[in-house]
């Protein structure tokens, strides 16, 4: 399957990143809510979590600090980097953080843990579609990326590469940098850097097609 390289223009895109309407908010609450429960069903399967929370583990075991506020500080520290690459926060980067972290904690507590193989590669394959499907819904309303979709986009567009080789190698480098400083890293997290600049990029990809079709 041919994967999309750029973000498309969808009929809710935003004319700007506070320009909030409600056409937007299905798109951007069903995405960030099928990327927080994406993010739930990783830890659930307790083969390792994504390489952001490696990171967090491994900040919080050398700052001895709890892994939220680990993931607080990194927030702040990406949101920082934003601003050589004149990125801008808006209002879906507010919903992220928000909506991502409630229905990550809500999943967790809700969905039981895989013990059964079967049932944790489930959980793994589901989490890094289900993360994909979020993020090309949520990227293509155009009202300001969540802190880590906000630099891979940035980059996107000052570097001229495609947004799955971006992401791939903040994922990667990210992922490294969590191991070495002591995070967990099991399977899973492998397995979803390896594969969600590409879930992303097909995501895009179908997203882009089923709206042309539409209007057709």
Not at 81 to 106: H, K, M, Q, S
Request: aromatic share 8%; with cysteine.
């Amino acid at each position: 399957m041919k994967l999309s390289h750029a973000i498309p223009t969808t009929p809710w895109r935003a004319a700007s990143t506070w320009g909030i309407r409600p056409r937007m908010v299905a798109p951007l609450v069903g995405g960030l809510t099928a990327f927080g429960v994406g993010e739930g069903l990783l830890v659930q399967s307790q083969w390792g979590a994504s390489p952001w929370t490696v990171f967090a583990q491994g900040i919080a075991k050398q700052a001895s600090i709890s892994i939220g506020w680990a993931t607080a500080v990194i927030s702040c520290a990406v949101l920082m980097l934003w601003v050589p690459l004149r990125e801008r926060p808006g209002f879906g980067t507010v919903a992220n953080v928000i909506i991502i972290a409630y229905v990550l904690d809500l999943t967790t507590t809700t969905v039981a843990v895989a013990h059964n193989p079967a049932l944790k590669i489930l959980y793994v394959v589901g989490a890094v579609a289900l993360i994909g499907v979020g993020s090309a819904f949520y990227l293509t309303c155009g009202l300001g990326p969540g802190p880590r979709d906000g630099l891979m986009t940035s980059l996107h567009r000052h570097l001229h590469v495609s947004v799955v080789y971006v992401r791939l190698s903040i994922e990667v480098t990210i992922l490294i940098v969590g191991w070495l400083l002591g995070g967990t890293v099991g399977v899973a997290t492998a397995f979803f850097a390896a594969t969600i600049g590409f879930s992303i990029g097909a995501s895009l990809r179908v997203l882009d097609r089923l709206v042309n079709k539409s209007h057709s």
